[in-house]
């Protein structure tokens, strides 16, 4: 079994990437060969740890590698993150106000689309 | 009062193999009354030290991680099994800050040539059986 699977769609023009399994330290470096391409060519993303089970610093850096890239390029990454503890790792590190963190899939898009941030 | 032995577990420095102590700790936590939340937290403090050990070089062929119960607060101890100092890594230092807001305490000490993490977690009072 994949200790975590990568699904990406595409909802109108943002790229959706929805997690599910585990995003730590061994396999951050999957997610950021999936995620890092689409923010560098400029993308808009919605990442969805909707159905994540556990989210370790090394994956947090991707988020902020890739939402740094992404706006860099003009593009922007939005995460949507309804997991208590997950938001509150993020909220620890103090990159809550860097990062778009928003509750659910469909709010994170209408972050990326509708200016909501 | 000495701290009262519950495991000892010793991994290759791989990172995959970091879940089974996600695993074991959880376990314990849950037999010793945490709340979901507080296991949670607990689970990703262990996380981010074994990762600390990992990234700094410190854990080159194996990591250890000894736990036990000292007076109703539940010690970690995370070693490698090189002598410090480590390499340089940001994101290292930031993962032990994140430990640092989870549980109740997080040093590094001396540990035989080599350096620790250590992280303490104050755990529920143990219940009182009824007075007889």
């Given at each position: 079994?994949?200790?975590?699977?990568?699904?990406?769609?595409?909802?109108?023009?943002?790229?959706?990437?929805?997690?599910?399994?585990?995003?730590?330290?061994?396999?951050?470096?999957?997610?950021?060969?999936?995620?890092?391409?689409?923010?560098?060519?400029?993308?808009?993303?919605?990442?969805?740890?909707?159905?994540?089970?556990?989210?370790?610093?090394?994956?947090?850096?991707?988020?902020?590698?890739?939402?740094?890239?992404?706006?860099?390029?003009?593009?922007?990454?939005?995460?949507?993150?309804?997991?208590?503890?997950?938001?509150?790792?993020?909220?620890?590190?103090?990159?809550?106000?860097?990062?778009?963190?928003?509750?659910?899939?469909?709010?994170?898009?209408?972050?990326?689309?509708?200016?909501?941030? | 009062m000495s701290a009262t032995?519950l495991?000892?577990?010793?991994?290759?420095?791989?990172?995959?193999?970091?879940?089974?102590?996600?695993?074991?700790?959880?376990?314990?936590?849950?037999?010793?009354?945490?709340?979901?939340?507080?296991?949670?937290?607990?689970?990703?403090?262990?996380?981010?030290?074994?990762?600390?050990?990992?990234?700094?070089?410190?854990?080159?062929?194996?990591?250890?991680?000894?736990?036990s119960d000292d007076q109703n607060t539940l010690v970690?101890?995370?070693?490698?099994?090189?002598?410090?100092?480590?390499?340089?890594?940001?994101?290292?230092?930031?993962?032990?800050?994140?430990?640092?807001?989870?549980?109740?305490?997080?040093?590094?000490?001396?540990?035989?040539?080599?350096?620790?993490?250590?992280?303490r977690?104050s755990l529920?009072?143990?219940?009182?059986?009824?007075?007889?």
């Open positions: 079994m994949k200790r975590l699977t990568i699904e990406t769609r595409t909802d109108g023009e943002v790229s959706v990437l929805s997690l599910r399994g585990e995003l730590d330290v061994a396999t951050a470096p999957q997610f950021k060969d999936a995620l890092l391409p689409l923010a560098e060519a400029g993308g808009l993303i919605a990442v969805s740890l909707e159905t994540l089970e556990f989210l370790d610093s090394r994956g947090i850096g991707v988020l902020v590698a890739a939402t740094r890239a992404a706006r860099e390029a003009g593009g922007d990454v939005a995460i949507a993150i309804p997991s208590r503890a997950q938001r509150h790792s993020i909220e620890v590190l103090k990159l809550d106000t860097f990062l778009t963190l928003r509750d659910d899939e469909a709010q994170a898009v209408a972050a990326l689309t509708g200016g909501t941030r | 032995f495991a000892e577990v010793s991994l290759a420095a791989d990172p995959r193999l970091i879940r089974g102590v996600r695993l074991l700790i959880s376990s314990l936590a849950a037999d010793r009354g945490l709340s979901m939340d507080e296991i949670e937290d607990l689970k990703l403090a262990v996380q981010e030290a074994c990762v600390n050990r990992l990234a700094l070089g410190l854990a080159q062929d194996r990591l250890r991680i000894e736990i970690i101890a995370v070693s490698g099994d090189r002598p410090g100092p480590g390499n340089e890594d940001e994101e290292a230092a930031l993962g032990l800050s994140l430990a640092e807001a989870l549980v109740d305490g997080v040093w590094t000490e001396d540990a035989g040539g080599t350096e620790r993490v250590v992280l977690k529920p009072p143990p219940p009182v059986g009824p007075a007889s």
